[in-house]
């Protein structure tokens, strides 16, 4: 995502593709439900660096996993140094 006003800009577009990979559908008769962890990171605010861009998002993604079901959020520069 490019043309972002603001860092909750880029948390709305999770929450949409959350929204639509959460839906339960059926297969085989049987109903399936996956659910997915989206890290975000905004530079120049999060990281500089290509290398920082890939692994801040990756940080924050460990973050929403244990912040339970359908949590959102971003990158803290205390994840990197932990």
């Not at 949409?16 to 439900?33: A, E, M, N, T």
Request: glycine content about 8%.
């Amino acid at each position: 995502m490019t043309a972002i006003q603001q860092p909750t800009d880029a948390a709305a577009l999770a929450r949409r593709i959350r929204d639509s990979i959460v839906k339960p559908f059926h297969l085989d008769g049987h109903q399936i439900v996956v659910d997915i962890s989206i890290g975000i990171s905004v530079a120049p605010l999060d990281a500089t660096t290509p290398d920082q861009l890939l692994r801040t998002p990756t940080w924050r993604s460990y973050g929403a996993k244990g912040d339970g079901p359908a949590s959102t959020g971003s990158f803290e520069p205390e994840m990197d140094a932990a």
